[in-house]
């Protein structure tokens, strides 16, 4: 190519790019408009909880609900912090978590692979089947896991907590759909190799689907943050009582009436954690597959 | 998605087998009532009894105290207790917990609820244990008579001890621990200021929603807290078909009861009147408010329980108003009838009737000893389920203290046992407390719905509906 | 594809789910269809001792419920309206997220926070931004004490407040907050999903389209749309089928009566109906609307997959 080619090419470059340049600030700028008005929406429910957190509760039983509060009660806290036990209930609960967290991430990975990548009679069917089982509403479910967890001798101990729930079809369903957009052909050549399909699954397969694995994670930590009905059925012993359970009508005024601005403190003190978690993990999940390999 | 089909129906072809056999197994209990004698009370041997209640911290303090005070009387007598939640949890738990015999042994309740555990059986009725005149020797020496005697029976305030006996087989499955009721709350700084009277019956309620209007148009005089309470009061007092335990269940839909809704609904459109659901708020909320504000209340009908929630914010340090209590208003001033709310204790069938016997103690302990009643209604804001509290130094002292203001919790304990002859209770069968949802949505359609000209074609026509939602969940 | 002499080690990796599905999903399914046969069948009466026949009595009596339409109709609406809606706004969230440099970091925690926002505040800020308090709404004697943000908000534009929520409230305006409450729950769970699906496309594609000038509307629809369409078919389908089992936001806004003051039931739903038969005690009829949901859901699922089959590249 002639330098004089070469300088008319970059000419043509620099002149769409100024066109461009000005479409592309107006797009940011809807962007951001867009984003911040979304982020106002879905903030202000915090924000409600954590200026609740600090109101007495006559102000938040008002008739007009005040937008901010008149008298700032920090007590909320210092009451949520010293009435609920609330380390026992942390550690109960991170202990519930993680480890129910490490085992499902486990079987769900084992799961999504195979009906991913491994062609088996069956397949098909198996996989509509599962679907299905996320078509009954789950309240149904409880009375009859109830009598076999009972039967089992699992009543009050940490496997009633993790063991009933460790499946989760939703989340089989997204790594599969997540792995299948890994070319196969990748997977051939691991086979021709000789490489075995643990070995794969962990150099390749996981790496590629961290973003949607962290998600999972995610996911089944909050679950274990907010159980509530099935703990409170089969473990609401101090001993292991989770931390919904240890907060929600933990907090009652005189009358026995819940008193929710306490309730809102002791809930703000629990989500910091949680909170802390996430903003670790967003990197994990935004850093995404930075080697190529993924077809879509 | 053949597959999908074909796998559906060879689901429901092999849960078709499945259904051959029935479900129900009938684990249930021995009932001490059919026993011929009770055994007697072994205090050598050790027994745990399990509690579930709604206690919050400050009376589970309460109670911890007194079963140290329990266990200097019956060492061998471990009780365990756990806050469930609310109400509805304490319900719901229970009744999962029945499906494999792991119930508690006593547990707060409503009478709903013990209907619920009936139709699995599950709850001990009490004729037997009351009755019985057996007699324990307790470890400080002293003997007690297993039953209660006529001096105790006579000693509970009548219409809260007949709560447990209105489960239309006439045995008795409940007894009373601490009560509440609805009283009327009135801005009696404004009463007096213009020189109103209290009102005693609905017709003189009316007279003054109209008279309060004139002195501030822009108020809504009375706020009713529940709409459910105020019907059901309404046919106590009227002596108007509510509803009954045994035969037809859902007897509300008569004239009488069409025309006193009738009635409200015109005070509703008149603004003298609203209720929680309708207003959108609290309505203790529109009675504290500031008499300058737009849409406040002068009176107010609320639980007795919540006194401290109807008494307005200080300003400066002082009260805005002072807050009068007295009685609601009635049909006949005369013949008075308020409802009767609050937590009872039921006991649970167990294989060995040592627990059973033990949860007994324990329960007539809580019910019928002075000084417990006495420190739980001071704490609770409830009001005590015998007389004798009254007489009690510390209870007395704080009934003395009553006011408008800071003591108003008193004030309201006060008025509630002076009114102690006119407690009524509602007959509890399975699906009496659809019953009571049901009269509450329909007072709340009847005042408020658009009638298109013909009010009383619609307030037919909602409690035609209301009856019919009531027979199809509870039947 | 894969040699099927691989078949039995398929069934090893999925032999831990299949072993718990079996004990904890499977067998209460079965449970459920047994009792949606039993007829009137009632849990607490069977414990007492009671026995019932088999028959469809329980499906009869589900079809026979005066407002069974209105649940179903409720469902199928709601669901319709707010599947496509929250995708479509997660969709846009993610993207722009994703795109942006400066505040990327703020926004996307901000968007997360929904996380870990108690429900009871979510319920009260929607108390707060449509509830009227007051008396006798749209009587003549009306008193507005506080009318709620929302109408604040069009009262300060100069428009008329709507009666959103309260007694004398309009069908049109208790969907409206519904699906405005249902999509506000539903986005971070999709913008957390689809912006993880956004991190496995390859950014060559991007790069090759920024080098041959495409325009932003274009590069949406031809690259993001179509790479994401896995992890979009799979918003979608587990959306329809969270969709229809809606009952728990109705409860957040309405209260258990579903409806607002004056019309209970206005709002209920199949699930709903569903509760209300298992708090009576009437699991064999909760059983037989369950399974009645089922069959709906099913439907619409395999339409959903056979849609999706066409459109989605993996």
Redesign the interface.
Known sequence: MSNINKTMAEKDIRLVSSKQKFGHFLGQFFVYFFLIVMAIIVLFPFYWMLISSVKSLDEYRLAVPTLFPREILWGNYVTAFNQANLGTLFLNTLYVGVVSTILSLVITVLSAFAFARLEFKGKNTMFAALLATMMIPGELFTITNYVTVNQLGWMKTYTVLIVPFLVSVFYIYLLRQNFMQIPNELYLAAKVDGTSDLKYLWKVMIPLALPTLISITILKMMGAWNSYVWPRLVANDAAHQLITNGLRNAFTDASGQADIPVQMAAVAIVSLPLFLVFVFLRKYIMKGVSRGGLKG | MKKFLALFAALVLCICCFAGCNGGGGNVAPDLDEVDELPAFDTSKEVTITFYHTMGANLREVLDFYIVEFNKLYPNIKIQHEQVGGYDDVRDQIKTEITVGGQPNIAYCYPDHVALYNLAKATQSLDTLIGSTQTVTRADGSTETIGLTEAQIADFIQGYYNEGREFGDDKMYTMPLSKSTEVLYYNKTFFDKHNLTPPSTWDELEALCAEIKKIDPDCIPLGYDSEANWFITMCEQLGSDYTSATGDHFLFDNAENHAFVKKFRDWYQKGYVTTQELSGGYTSELFTMAETDKGNSYMSIGSSAGATHQRPDKVDGAYPFDVGITTIPQMDANNAKVISQGPSLCIFKKADPQEVLASWLFVKYLTTTVEFQAEFSMASGYVPVIKSVGDNAVYASFLESADGGDAISALSAKVCLQQESAYYTSPAFNGSSVARDQVGLLMQACLSSDAAGDVDAMIAKVFADAVAECEYQAG | ????K??W???L??A??IV??L?????????????A??ED????????????E?GIRNFAKVLQ??DFINCLTNTILLCVLTVPLSTI?AL??AV??K??KP???A????????????S???G??F??MF???????????E????AGIINNVIEFFGGQPINWI???SAYWANIVVMVVYIV?NA???KI??L????????T?YYDAAKVD?TR?ARVFTRITV??????L??VVI?GF?GG??EYSSIVGIFGE?MGP?????RLNTM?GF???A?A??H?GR??AA??I??GI??VV??IN??VSKKNT??
Request: hydrophobic share 50%; aromatic share 14%.
């Open positions: 594809m894969v040699e099927s691989h078949s080690k398929a069934w990796y999925l831990p789910a718990l599905l004990v904890f999903t499977v067998w209460p399914i079965i449970n459920t269809v047994r009792l046969f039993l069948y009632n849990s607490s009466m069977a414990i007492g001792g009671a026995t019932y088999f419920y005066k706004l846009l969230i722009c997220l795109q942006i505040l990327q970091r926004l996307q925690t901000i968007f997360f926070l929904p996380y870990v926002t108690n009871i505040a979510i009260m800020v108390a707060a509830n009227m308090v007051g008396s006798a709404f749209g009587g003549e004697n008193l507005i004490i506080t309260n007694s004398g506000w986005l971070p769970f957390l999903i912006l993880g699906g956004l991190q496995s496309i390859n060559q000038g932003r179509p790479l994401l369409s896995p992890m078919a799979y587990t089928i229809f089992k009566k003051a004056g019309d209970p039931g699930v569903i509760y209300d298992l009576g005690d699991t909760a059983s369950a399974l949901l089922f859901i099913l699922t395999l997959l056979q590249h993996y």
